[in-house]
C-alpha cells in the first residue's frame, strides 16, 4: 500500500511538474507575442513594460527581442541601457556591427572586451551545444556501463574499463566546464579598476561606461576581472551583469 501511494505522488509530482513548466513556456510566448504586436504598431512604452518583465523577472528573452528593447531606449535617450540590451546580444550573437553601435552610443571609440578570437567563437559554439554533447557523453557511457554488465565474465581485464572511463571523464568536463564565461559590461561612471579588492589597491584604469569584462568571482562588494591579460577587480555597483 505504501509503494502504491508512493508511486502515485511520484507519477503526481513530475506531471505537475511538465505541467507548470508547460504553463510557463506558453505564458512566456503569449507576452513575447503581445509584446511584438505592441511594438509593430509603435506602442513602444507598452512593449517595453512587457519586455522587461520576461527579462527581469523570467530571465527569458530572445536576441530579436534584445535589439527592439535597445530599439526602445535609444529611442528615449538612455544610451545606458540601449548599450547593456546590445552587449547582451552581442554576448549571443558576437557581431562587429554590435560593436560600432555601442561605440556610437557611449561616444567611446576604443571600447574593450569585445575582441571575440576564433577560439572563443568555437568554445561559444560547444557551449552552446552544452546540453546535447553531455547527454551523447551520458548515454554512451550508460552504454558502456551495460555491456561491460553484460560480459562481465570476458572483460575481466583493466583494459576493457578503459574506454569507459574516458567516457566518465569527458561527461563531467562537458557538463562542469563547457560553460560560457560570466560577463558583464561597465556601467559606473566612471569605473575605478584596481589591482586588490581593497580601496588601498593600486589604481590600474578608470574608465567609463561601455567596456565589456569577463568575471572570473566575486568576494564582498568587489568582482574579479579580466582586464588587459591582467587580474583586476570593480566594485560590484560599477558592473551590470549579461
Known amino acids: 500500500m505504501q509503494n502504491s501511494k508512493a508511486n502515485f505522488l ?12 508547460s504553463f510557463n513556456c506558453q505564458a512566456n510566448t503569449f507576452d513575447l507575442q503581445r509584446a511584438d504586436s505592441l511594438f ?3 506602442n513602444y512604452q507598452e512593449a517595453m513594460v512587457y519586455y522587461e518583465n520576461m527579462l527581469e523577472n523570467d530571465q527569458v528573452f530572445s ?27 552581442y554576448d549571443i550573437n558576437p557581431n562587429p556591427r554590435v560593436i560600432t553601435k555601442i561605440k556610437t552610443l557611449t561616444e567611446q571609440p576604443n571600447l574593450v572586451g569585445y575582441e571575440i578570437s576564433d577560439g572563443d567563437r568555437f568554445f561559444k559554439f560547444l557551449s552552446d551545444l552544452q546540453q546535447e554533447i553531455t547527454g551523447i557523453f551520458a548515454a554512451l557511457l550508460l552504454i558502456s556501463i551495460i555491456t561491460l554488465l553484460f560480459f562481465k565474465e570476458k572483460a575481466n581485464k583493466p583494459k576493457y574499463y578503459i574506454p569507459t572511463l574516458m567516457l ?29 579588492p581593497t580601496a588601498g589597491g593600486k589604481l590600474i584604469k578608470n574608465v567609463d561606461p561601455g567596456h565589456r569584462v569577463i568575471i572570473k568571482s566575486s568576494k564582498d562588494i568587489w568582482y574579479e576581472i579580466e582586464w588587459g591579460n591582467q587580474k583586476a577587480f570593480v566594485k560590484k555597483e560599477s558592473i551590470t551583469k549579461l
Open 10 to 21: 511520484t507519477k503526481f509530482s513530475i506531471i505537475l511538474a511538465v505541467f507548470i513548466q
Open 63 to 89: 536576441p530579436a527581442m534584445l535589439l527592439k528593447m535597445a530599439f526602445i531606449s535609444e529611442g528615449k535617450g538612455d544610451f545606458s541601457k540601449a548599450s547593456f540590451y546590445l552587449a547582451k546580444y
Open 168 to 196: 566518465i571523464f569527458f561527461a563531467f568536463i562537458a557538463n562542469n566546464f563547457l560553460k560560457e564565461p560570466s560577463t558583464g559590461i561597465v556601467t559606473g561612471s566612471p569605473t575605478i579598476i584596481m589591482n586588490k
Open 40 to 42: 509593430n504598431t509603435n
